[in-house]
Each structure stands twice: as structure tokens, then as C-alpha cells.
């Protein structure tokens, strides 16, 4: 499980030249232009209620890799940026729902998972600071009473059974405006979400029961390339390649050919990329379950022949994702190494939005993990980014790679994708 710690900024242990400070420096010379398309983007498409991305930094690329439409997380950020946090809920749920004043949080049906539960709990917190009345509703089905849960930071969250009476979600006592989903119905959207006539934010529509990675990342592709237009940039350097395939059946070692065919197509286009760029390190690729989170169902190969000899420990861990669902569609993207590291251990930064804002983030650190591999498993830790300045104030005075204007390029990269949720959500 994570635990949370403050320190100092990391460092990049590669050398700070090359491709990605040229993207910094792009993005810092044209942040007014920068930001007039960001507002553009914001009124065709109004930006999901909240979101993280999780992004990783080579050196050479700095890309998102995934994108979490029901973020946790929540107790990992940075304290002092909690009146950021406050003012974008304000605005989102004006936006969403004018007139409301009393908000329905509903979580996962976790209650042994207390690092999720400080996140419920904190955003409850912050929810309840931008001045609404917030309560929990539990979709755990045999809640019949409160219940309260005492929390190691020494608060206390109290879930509280749904109810749902014709078309209104409530509690015994509470009669809601809206309703803020932080569950990201992986195992279904629930009969009790159907009709419901209040808002329901973020849609169940955009749970992992219906929603696709590939999907989202074929709407970052198209937001990348008008992104890379405008600061006029390859958008290889923060646009990660990806391919997929059909119907994957990992125990019965269905589908194995077309994963190995995509798996080198993939890796020779990066090669391509790599040698453009003059770029000495070995291409890989990362597969995924397409749809889920929580990290699993997540694999690094660095050769076609791996996927033929993935032992059964191997073809386990890949057949199942969150709440033992079986994995039948497998996304393959280009592995974007971390240059990052913190004390010497890998880490990777993780930016969190309300609406349209950047509102902080902290870095992903695992000790036991390469710069190769996914961090987001069992044994990582937390760290809150630690900046003088919020995440959209970059100080064009400084070099491009200053923690200022790097957290800015994070924050900007972090919004393309953003974006692209957006335009998942308005489809």
C-alpha cells in the first residue's frame, strides 16, 4: 500500500539538454497563445468535473500514459494549494448544477482500503469548504446502517446506505442536488445509477464498464497534432504510440500472434523515432488491459518473442484487472522511460485537474521498480509536488527546465489530455 512523504523536488538523472527542453522552452514562448487555446478548447468542449494523469518524463519526451476520469489520491496533494482545489469545485459544479447546495458523494465500495478512504475523505473535505453540504452513500449492498470509519490522519468518515425512491437518489436524511461519483463502476454500471433525474458527475457513461483507454488515446492523438501545430513541434515528444488488438484470452493463449505482429510494429516505430532523434536507448512497449485501473493487468516487453514465453504467473497477473475482471482487450503503448528519481528511486508525476484548472499533483516513487516499469503497483509512495508557485505560472525569466516552468510544461501536458477526456465525455 502507498504512503506519503514530503521532500525536496527530484532531479532528472539524465542530463538536462536535448528534445524536452526544447518542448519547455516551445511551450514557454508561446504560453499566451498557449492559454487563448486552452480557453478555446474549454468552450467547445467543457472539461470533465475533475481528473488525473499520470505522466511520465524521459528526458527526451514527456507524455501521459494514463488518465483517471474518478481520481483518488486525493490526500497526496500539497496542502497548500487546498483554496485551488476549493475555487475549481466551485466552478464546476456551477457550471454543472447552478443551483446546488447539497452533494451526494458516492466512492468505491472499499472500506479495508483507508489510503482510499483519506481520499473520500479529503475530498469530502474540500467539497465541504467550497460551501456545500456533503454526505458518503455506499453502494456496498449489505449496508444497512451508518457506519463509521476511523481513519490512521485521525478523521472519521462515515458511509451512509443509498437509497433511491422513483427517479432521486438519497440517504434516510439527506434529499442531494447532485451527485458526485468517485466509483469508477468497473464492475458495471448499477441499476440504482439508471435514470436518475439529479446531475450525476462524472457520467456512469465513462466508467471502465463501458469506456476504453485506446479511445481515449485516439482523441489525445488528434489533440496532440493540433497541440504540436500550434507551438510547432514533433508531437512525438509528448504523444505516446499506441496500437491494438481484438479479443485477448490470456490463459488460453488466444490472440498471442496478434499481440507479437503489434508488439513489433510497435517497437520498430519507435526505433524510427529514436534514430531520428539520435536517441541511444531501447525501444519498449507497455501492455495494458484497455479498459481499468488501478495498475494492473500492466506488462513491459522489450521483444515480440516475450509475449510467447510469458509464464502463467505472467499470464495471470495479465488476465484479470480491477475487481477480477477478465481481460479481453489489451492496449499496447510505447514505453516512455522515467529519468526521474527520487532518493534513487524511479519516480513519476501525477497532476490532478477540478474542471479546467490545474490544482496540484505529487510524484509516484517505488524503490523496487525500473525506469522501464509501471510504478503504479504494490510498495509505492507519495510525495506532493513541492512548488513556490501553482502549476500555471511559469516564469519565462528562468531556464526551461526551472521547477516553475517544468511543473508548467507537466500542467499543460497534463491538460492535452484533459482535453482529450473531454471530448470522450461529450460523445
Sequence with gaps: MGTIQVASVPNLTTALTGPLLELERHILDRQPAIEHWFREQWRKTPAPFYCSVDL????????????????????????????LCIQAVQAATERVCPTAAKILLIPESHTRNLHYLESVASLVDIVGKAGFEVRVGSLIQDLSAPQKIDLPSGRQLTLEPLRRTKNRLHLADFDPCSVLLNNDLSDGRPALLENI??????????????????????????VAQEFADLVEI????????????GEIDFMKREGEDCLARNVDVLLKAIQLKYDEYKLDRKPFVVMK?????????????????????????????????????LVSKVILQEGVYTF????????????????????????????????????????????????AQ???????????????????AYGVVARLALIAAAREAAL
Design 197 to 222: 433525474e439529479q446531475p450525476v458527475i462524472p457520467s456512469p457513461n465513462l466508467g471502465w464498464w463501458s469506456r476504453l483507454k485506446s479511445s481515449h488515446f485516439n482523441h489525445y492523438r488528434d
Design 390 to 408: 501553482p502549476c500555471n505560472a511559469p516564469d519565462t525569466s528562468l531556464d526551461p527546465d526551472a521547477n516553475v516552468n517544468r511543473f508548467y
Design 56 to 83: 511520465r518524463n524521459s528526458g527526451f519526451k514527456l507524455a501521459p500514459v494514463d488518465t483517471n476520469l474518478f481520481p483518488g489520491g486525493f490526500n497526496n496533494l500539497n496542502p497548500a494549494f487546498e483554496t
Design 289 to 325: 488491459a484497455d479498459q481499468g485501473t488501478y495498475g494492473m493487468g500492466v506488462m513491459s516487453v522489450h521483444s515480440p518473442d516475450e509475449v510467447y514465453v510469458l509464464n502463467r504467473k505472467q499470464r495471470t497477473k495479465m488476465a484479470a484487472s480491477k475487481g477480477g475482471q
Design 234 to 245: 514533433d508531437p512525438w515528444f509528448f504523444d505516446p504510440l499506441f496500437r491494438n488488438c
Design 340 to 387: 526521474e528519481n527520487w532518493d534513487g528511486a524511479a519516480c513519476e508525476p501525477v497532476v490532478y485537474m477540478i474542471d479546467h484548472f490545474v490544482v496540484g499533483g505529487f510524484y509516484r516513487v517505488h524503490n523496487a521498480r525500473g525506469d522501464d516499469e509501471s510504478l503504479n503497483a504494490p510498495g509505492m509512495e507519495f510525495r506532493p509536488l513541492v512548488f
